[in-house]
């Protein structure tokens, strides 16, 4: 039988870090990866055939769970009809014309191929639009591995502690300004050092990529009145929260429009896609219509676009999936909190919506800074004790947990009776730490 460990060493040899992506490594986690052969519902198995309750559902997009029955249907049959074809297929105009349909703002879109490629190219179209060079982004948060979005970024850089990364030309990283999460002043300031030079504001509206922080009350209402008064755009990355805070996303959420919204592979469930849609205005600054060019053979696969469309065509026409996964969310939340209190373990848990995070700090976290108090010796120690024990949590203190449809109550009972024990058996270890 293969295992994880034989496999991961054969990935050494020919995969740098024997992985595709950094945070897959385990290395926040003292541990090796595992490799997983297959999935179903809210369970995923390794290929020595453990099975595990999976709170990272592929970084978000499996809000029906994995392997959806009516998802793989409307796959196999575009699958038949061909795998690409680099020319316009009807799918694409459906999926569309139901992400118009469904999210706040929105009158035009162009797919693409991930949620990095949507950031990149919303980024050059709001300097397109603007005539402006500079960017403002938050510390933390992490908008793909784009040049211009990998300065104090989070998720797998966060991880790595690496701030900056090699490669990056000087003069692109100068024109991203960073500017502190749920703090308005500081975005104030910039815009007042950098009067008349600013394209756009970015922001991820939960920052869920240095675990989950809400933004506080009012903040995103501020940075849309900032953007207006100094004639710049806000780009919403909802990667994440897309289709998963709500049918409208955050926008809807929080009742905040943004002039531009990027979309990962949430909107392809679980394939690879992405999109960046907004209001006719600013889309048609794309080609061909305008002068802002970006371009891509597989934008639009037909593979991809049947998958979104049956899993918006679900969400679409079934709101009481949010009430299900938040309720959902909630109540392994709330149990979550109580296991907490119970064990004086230093942990505080943020939620919003389906998202939860356990960050291993006795203090609030509401920003970057605050997220990089956690102990991440502390979530290692759990990491690992929950794994054994068939829960699989994003390999990083960094990450949010997912709930979908998919998760039972007794898939949560399960995982608290997991936690209980983890924390039992690790809090001799914390306090060594």
Same mark, same amino acid.
């Given at each position: ?88 297929? !009807?799918?694409?105009? %459906? &999926? #569309?014309?139901? *992400?118009?349909?469904? +999210?706040?703002?929105?009158?035009? @879109? ?82 007042? !050092?950098?009067?008349? %030079? &600013? #394209?756009?504001? *970015?922001?991820?509206? +939960?920052?869920?990529?240095?675990? @989950? ?221």
């Amino acid at each position: 039988m293969k295992s994880s460990s034989d496999l991961f060493k054969r990935a050494k040899k020919v995969i740098s870090g024997g992985v595709n992506s950094p945070v897959r490594a385990f290395r926040a986690v003292d541990s090796n990866p595992l490799f997983i052969s297959r999935a179903k519902g809210s369970k995923i198995y390794d290929v020595e055939e453990r099975e595990y309750i999976d709170y990272v559902c592929s970084w978000g997009p499996m809000i029906l769970g994995h392997s959806n029955e009516l998802i793989l249907k409307k796959v196999e049959k575009a699958m038949h009809n061909g795998l690409s074809f680099g020319a316009p297929v !009807e799918a694409e105009v %459906q &999926i #569309a014309e139901m *992400i118009v349909s469904m +999210v706040p703002g929105v009158e035009m @879109v162009r797919m693409v191929n991930s949620g990095t490629e949507a950031v990149m190219s919303a980024v050059r179209l709001a300097r397109g639009f603007t005539k402006r060079d500079k960017i403002i982004k938050f510390e933390g948060c992490y908008h793909g591995h784009s040049d211009s979005m990998l300065v104090k970024a989070g998720s797998g850089v966060l991880t790595a502690g690496i701030p900056d990364s090699l490669g990056v030309p000087r003069n692109l990283a100068g024109d991203t300004l960073t500017a502190v999460y749920n703090n308005i002043s500081s975005v104030q300031r910039l815009f007042e !050092e950098n009067k008349n %030079q &600013i #394209a756009a504001v *970015i922001i991820e509206p +939960v920052a869920a990529n240095m675990g @989950v922080i809400p933004p506080e009350e009012g903040f995103l209402k501020e940075l849309s009145c900032i953007c207006r008064q100094n004639s710049s755009l806000l780009i919403f990355d909802e990667v994440i929260t897309g289709f998963r805070l709500g049918a409208g996303g955050a926008q809807e959420y929080f009742g905040v429009e943004a002039d531009i919204v990027t979309f990962g592979k949430i909107i392809g469930g679980g394939m690879p896609v992405g999109a960046y849609a907004g209001r006719k205005e600013i889309m048609e600054y794309v080609a061909p219509c305008g002068g802002v060019y970006q371009a891509g053979t597989l934008s639009g696969n037909p593979v991809a676009m049947a998958a979104g469309l049956a899993q918006l065509e679900i969400l679409n026409s079934s709101p009481g999936i949010y009430e299900d996964i938040n309720k959902k969310a909630e109540v392994l939340g709330s149990g979550l909190e109580k296991i907490v209190q119970k064990h004086k373990v230093p942990v505080t848990l943020n939620r919003v919506g389906s998202l939860l995070c356990m960050f291993f700090s006795q203090n609030p976290v509401t920003n970057y800074q605050e997220a990089k108090q956690s102990n991440t010796k502390y979530y290692a120690a759990f990491f690992k004790s929950m794994l054994s024990k068939g829960i699989y949590l994003a390999p990083s203190q960094f990450e949010a947990m997912f709930v979908s449809t998919a998760h039972t109550y007794e898939d949560i009972d399960a995982t608290l009776k997991a936690v209980e024990e983890s924390l039992a058996e690790n809090i001799a270890l914390m306090e060594e730490l």
